[in-house]
């Protein structure tokens, strides 16, 4: 099993519609969307965000997941990512008004709180293999950035390569590989994990950040983000990355999930929405999103053409929840007072959690 991990976002205000590693665009990149977005119109279609599962059946309905209340677990905080290795075992991680991390367990009926070792900022990604190995990233945060991981017992922190500015996303398909995504201040960055250390990968120019990554094996991740202008997509070999085409019009993608090599989803947004795209190991490509559907965030498929993904309405006034049947999006109903939802988690396709910038969780159920 491959579980996904998590699409960044951030900033330290709960509620921002704007993903925290985006922090650094929201200048220039941000102003040539408004100006794209006056002079085009673009297709709406349908992200972590990371894989759940490397298993090739066939497609499996999840319309049929019902969304629990909410449980409050970071009141004036955020989480920003969550992470299941099966629907008894999670990791969900964010941060504090302060800035300071947090991570909570799921044990398959509730969530207690973890303890981190200290000065550790906002975690931003995270992907759990197993329940005793889960790799942790540090987004942008004054605490610095960096590295956790689970050993079953307790976090500890690892040693990164100097110059990162933040991480944004990780996916592990064992303990000894893993791969995790950020910026440095010029640029997108790539680390690898072979076990026992952390290593720069290089990346192909003008990738200016990458906002999630997911494994289907060692040899075979995807990896998406934008560039100045446009929204980017990666892939990994085993031995370097090279850039994929993306339809026309896409921003930002924000999080992506991999149930197979051939078996693609990524999510993000485009100056009129959100977008969503499906990649068949060749090439990416648009699918037709339902109506009142605001930027993606979060996406996870545990089999190959069955996913779930989330973000936020239309208006940005709420979260947004939908599910991929292999041939359409469709929308499902939310609690109330669910808000912009960063990252999803499905282990199986009968169970889910999400993560939401008001620091809530909330599992899904059919």
Known sequence: MNPDVKTSRAGSLAGSPVPAGHRLLTGALLAVLVLVAGGCSTTSRASSSRPTSTATSSAQSMSALTWSDLVSLVPNGRLDGVSCSSAKFCEAVGGKASNAGVAYRWNGTSWSSQSLPSRVGRLDGVSCFSVKFCEVVIGYSSFGTGALVWDGNSWSVQSIPSGILGLNGVS????????????????????????????????????????????????????????????????????????????????????????????????????????????????????????????????????????EAVGYNSSYSAGVALDWNSASWSTQSLPSGAQGLYGMSCPVPSFCTAVDSHGNATVARS
């Open 172 to 307: 592990c398909t064992s303990a000894n590989s893993c791969e995790a995504v950020g910026s440095n201040s010029s640029s997108g960055v790539a680390l690898g994990w072979n076990g026992t250390s952390w290593s720069t990968q290089s990346l192909p120019p003008g990738v200016s950040i990458l906002n999630g990554v997911s494994c289907a094996s060692p040899t075979s991740c995807e990896a998406v983000g934008s560039n100045s202008t446009s929204g980017v997509a990666l892939g990994w070999d085993g031995t370097s990355w090279s850039t994929q085409g993306l339809p026309p019009g896409v921003s930002i993608l924000n999080g992506v999930s991999c149930a197979s090599p051939t078996s693609c989803e990524a999510v993000g947004q485009t100056p009129s929405g959100g977008v969503a795209l499906g990649w068949d190991g060749t090439s990416w490509s648009t699918q037709s999103l339902p109506s009142g559907v605001g930027w993606l965030y979060g996406v996870s498929c545990p089999l190959v053409h069955s996913c």
